[in-house]
């Protein structure tokens, strides 16, 4: 008997899509879903079980016995059932565990149509880090549904500082992805400077940066030295502020935390030879202060970053581009003109010569 009623739950989704598509084709379509939610909520409680736990019971049993229905009425599910359905992570895995491409392409069709909606912004947080841990082939149809959904990207990046680069590749090129279609701001620098400092450097923030710099850089350098700048109250513009008790956010990184993936972009920029964000003024500048409100440890720690300020010079000859970086201080331009004639000695001259012509005369 109980496995008749593993089919049972299933099999009714199935049947009143095809009873009402069938003969209430002329009815207004809130009234036909509004009749089959109703019988199927009737279902539930007969067997004394929630309607969310059911919907993932009937399309787990579904895909084990036939994919192609289950693909059926899941548009159907998601219409009917929005609150049980909605950013639910256990009903979306299943769907995605057993989709081939042909139906996902039939299902990523339906979202773009307007027909299907899977996800809303509001509460996807735990949905995205659930996703974390499923197989590679479902979190790249995942992305590929958030990405189709229009989620926005900032929504997503608070995300990326539980991203690790070796673990998470496919959260993390779907990212970075996004990240591409924007313009760097205040807040996208603030998020990658706030992932955790990898030994190893994070290509994940290299590549986004370097991107990026290809056309904004100095936009880049500006965020960049604004950010580390501000990690020191003494020098920060709004250091006059009072802050009463309000505290840091945890989202913005330490001086710590900048000056440390400043050191591993160094040392990435350095092999791949594009060093020429650091030889800007503003990242000249933020060096500077940086150094001068460090502590001892942190200078010996950033010293080969620190000296890059020392290297100024050599670094501008070479590779700054024009009217980027700090321009060398010229001399003040020495005046050719001859020089300006005493007036009381002009006058004196003057009065000697009327003197002699009253003699003569």
Request: net charge neutral.
């Amino acid at each position: 008997m109980s496995n008749h009623l593993n089919y049972l739950g299933y099999l009714l989704l199935y049947y009143l899509k095809v009873q009402i598509r069938t003969e209430n084709k002329k009815e207004d379509q809130t009234k036909a879903s509004a009749l089959k939610i109703s019988v199927y909520k009737d279902y539930c409680q007969c067997i004394d079980k929630k309607i969310e736990f059911c919907l993932f019971d009937d399309l787990n049993n579904a895909h084990m016995v036939n994919n192609k229905l289950m693909m059926w009425i899941v548009p159907d599910l998601y219409r009917d059932f929005k609150q049980q359905t909605l950013n639910n992570a256990q009903i979306l895995r299943v769907i995605l565990s057993s989709v081939d491409t042909r139906q996902f392409q039939t299902l990523l069709g339906k979202v773009l149509q307007g027909h299907l909606v899977m996800f809303k912004s509001e509460n996807i947080q735990p949905l995205l880090k659930m996703s974390l841990s499923w197989e590679s082939i479902e979190q790249f149809f995942f992305w590929q549904l958030v990405d189709a959904h229009d989620i926005s990207i900032d929504t997503i990046l608070p995300l990326i500082t539980n991203l690790d680069y070796d673990q998470h590749s496919e959260a993390l090129t779907a990212i970075m992805l996004m990240l591409k279609q924007e313009k760097p701001n205040a807040d996208y620098i603030k998020y990658l400077f706030s992932r955790d400092v990898s030994d190893n450097g994070d290509l994940f923030i290299f590549t986004i940066i370097k991107y990026w710099c290809d056309e904004y850089i100095d936009k880049v350098a500006e965020l960049i030295s604004s950010l580390l700048s501000t990690r020191y109250p003494s020098t920060s513009p709004n250091k006059r502020k009072r802050s009463g008790t309000k505290t840091i956010s945890a989202t913005v990184p330490s001086s710590d935390h900048v000056l440390g993936h400043l050191e591993q972009l160094r040392i990435i920029c350095e092999r791949h030879d594009c060093m020429a964000i650091y030889t800007l003024d503003s990242m000249q500048r933020a060096l500077n202060i940086a150094q001068l409100n460090s502590t001892d440890s942190q200078k010996r720690q950033f010293s080969e970053l620190f000296a890059l300020m020392e290297e100024e010079e050599e670094i501008s000859s070479t590779k700054r581009t024009h009217g980027r970086g700090r321009k060398p201080a010229t001399k003040p331009a020495i005046s050719k003109r001859p020089p300006t004639r005493d007036l009381s000695g002009s006058s004196e001259e003057s009065s000697e010569c009327m003197v002699l012509d009253q003699v003569a005369s």
